[in-house]
């Protein structure tokens, strides 16, 4: 009678029963790695304010600086030698109003730093946010009703003026921010009427209503007046209503999609790239997430380089083809020296 030893099957085995010689060297790991991070991944947030030689650190976001329009030749040039080729910009005005009027000024803030950045650096590409809420003096994403309710359809027609204003100032890609219902196409159709065709909409369709945000509140200065953002952002608790966002974006003419917050809702994000596979998926690793990671690291509670390149891994792997991310200077910078 022969005894049986535990190991008898892996001695024997012909096939992958031992997973691990395939982890033994670094070369092999690289080899069969089933999900890559490229700088080219990655979006660059710029957050833009008026006057000249401004660079104001935002402290709920280490590393993170508001920066006038001539400083973004400088950052430019650093993100294209990093491989970076896309930004995102956000824009801080010298004035608010109930209309958020400067959103869709022809020399304002991100008109102006639009062209800085395409005069400097023509091959980058320039995103913005389309939003209306770093503009109002109520902070919020629209127009409000007499009790204090953001207006969807009024809305709509400043978001078409916002981006048509971006799109004649040189951007190549507006982004939606608002979830507000139609915005997508009330953009696509005035994009369209004013010749402005080759300019690409990457809509954040699936926007959940998110504590992540703080920190960005405060590098935006576009935080609520009064109440919150629950009445258009989603639920967190929502996952299918996500796909159904999805769909009537495409319906509407999006090029490309985006899920924010990206930590918390890799489901999502994994949901919508099965769905929805024609089209190029973001995910927004939001500022929140940014802050952990960087107050981990500050206390020396975690390594922040191979925690950094973790997160983005695993928003890659989860689905998205672009991330944006206000590490995307440094992760680029850990990738190019391997
Ligand atoms: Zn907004």
Redesign the pocket.
């Given at each position: 009678m022969t005894s049986f030893h535990p190991l008898d099957a892996l001695r024997t085995a012909p096939g992958p029963k031992r997973p691990r010689r395939l982890r033994r060297t670094a070369a092999l790991r690289d080899l069969v790695r089933e999900t890559s991070l490229d700088p080219a991944d990655l979006v660059q947030p710029l957050f833009v304010v008026p006057g000249d030689s401004v660079r104001k650190p935002v402290s709920s976001m280490p590393g993170v600086d508001q920066v006038s329009s001539d400083e973004l030749p400088v950052e430019a040039r650093e993100l294209a030698a990093l491989g970076v080729k896309a930004v995102l910009l956000f824009g801080i005005p010298s004035a608010k109003d109930a209309s958020g009027a400067e959103a869709h000024a022809e020399d304002g803030v991100v008109q102006n730093a639009i062209r800085a950045l395409k005069d400097a650096s023509p091959e980058l590409v320039v995103m913005t946010d389309v939003?209306?809420?770093e503009y109002t003096d109520h902070g919020h994403?629209g127009l409000l009703g007499d009790e204090g309710d953001v207006l969807n359809d009024e809305t709509l027609e400043v978001l078409a003026r916002i981006a048509v204003s971006h799109a004649e100032a040189g951007a190549d890609v507006v982004a939606p921010?608002?979830m507000i219902d139609g915005m997508v196409g009330a953009i696509r159709g005035a994009l369209d009427a004013d010749g402005l065709h080759r300019v690409a909409i990457l809509s954040y369709a699936v926007k959940y209503a998110s504590a992540f945000y703080g920190p960005f509140r405060e590098a935006a200065e576009?935080a609520p007046s009064f109440g919150d953002r629950r009445s258009h952002q989603m639920d967190p608790g929502n996952a299918r209503e996500a796909l159904r966002e999805v769909a009537l974006d495409i319906e509407e003419g999006a090029d490309a999609l985006m899920v924010k917050p990206a930590l918390g809702y890799l489901d999502v994000v994994r949901s919508v790239r099965e769905r929805f596979a024609e089209l190029p998926l973001a995910a927004y690793n939001v500022s929140g997430e940014y802050a952990m990671v960087k107050a981990a690291a500050a206390n020396g509670w975690l390594d922040e380089r191979a925690a950094v390149l973790e997160v983005l891994t695993g928003i890659r792997r989860a689905g998205a083809d672009l991330v944006v991310t206000y590490h995307a200077k440094d992760a680029a910078a850990w990738l190019q020296s391997g």
């Open positions: 939003c209306m809420c994403c921010s608002g576009g």
